[in-house]
């Protein structure tokens, strides 16, 4: 099935830096959202994205819905060890049970 | 947003075997959603289970390798039948929530080794 192209693949950073990722697809979604997972656990969502063009943060993140609605953004600042893990995208079409199609992910781990 | 439990948490199989993957939502939901994590890969969709009918699957998933059931609103199964070393994956279950902001919500998973 469709994959999200997500980049980078994985990063490795200090304590306290900011930390950028990004997501691209062929065609258009109306709805991002951005997950995070633990190891042995399921995603958790961090930020829904619902507007092209739209921004929102939840804390340190902050997410932004590109403007061809083919492409989103997560930034985290100030990064803490409990950010280590991997940062999925994910787009849908429509709300309402339609299914999401996920990103390639990002691991994300922090060199102490 | 909802609670999802999901039984078992891990498990190893004999090739040859079938195992089947329960999903208990607290709350009623029209549509539950099974994926598949690879190792070290991302979620791919396998099937959407829509309660009073058949399973729905995505390119690539069939029915007699996974079978699932939907007997109520909050309440689903996976089965990986006739397993192989090439199904151990992760196995989650996942619902929409009520309103846009809840995005979908995720069990824990199923980690499921194949020997």
């Known amino acids: 099935g469709q994959q999200l192209n997500q980049s980078p693949q994985s990063m490795f950073i200090q304590e306290g830096e900011d930390v950028s990722m990004n997501c691209t697809s062929s065609s258009i979604f109306n709805t991002w959202l951005w997950y995070k997972q633990d190891p042995g656990e399921g995603p958790v969502l961090l930020i829904a994205l619902y507007k092209a063009g739209e921004l929102t943060s939840n804390g340190r993140l902050t997410a932004q819905f590109g403007i061809t609605r083919k492409d989103s953004f997560l930034n985290i600042s100030a990064s803490i060890p409990s950010d280590v893990g991997i940062y999925f995208c994910?787009?849908?079409?429509?709300?309402?049970?339609?299914?999401?199609?996920f990103g390639t992910g990002t691991r994300l781990t922090i060199i102490p | 947003s909802a609670v999802i439990s999901q039984k078992p948490s891990r498990d190893i199989c004999q090739r040859g075997t079938s195992l089947t993957i329960q999903c208990q939502v607290d709350?009623?939901?029209?549509?539950m959603f099974w994926y598949r994590q690879q190792p070290g890969q991302s979620l791919t969709l396998i099937a959407t289970?829509?309660?009073?009918?058949?399973?729905?699957?995505e390119s690539g998933f069939v029915i007699d390798k996974f079978p699932i059931s939907r007997p109520n609103l909050t309440f689903s199964t996976l089965t990986v039948s006739n397993m192989s070393p090439e199904d151990s994956s992760i196995y989650l279950c996942?619902?929409?929530?009520?309103?846009?902001?809840?995005?979908?919500?995720f069990g824990s998973g199923t980690r499921l080794t194949v020997v």
């Open positions: 709350s009623q939901v029209t549509m």
């Open positions: 994910a787009g849908q079409l429509n709300f309402g049970n339609e299914k999401l199609t």
């Open positions: 996942s619902v929409e929530g009520d309103s846009r902001v809840l995005g979908y919500t």
């Open positions: 289970a829509n309660q009073g009918s058949e399973a729905t699957y």
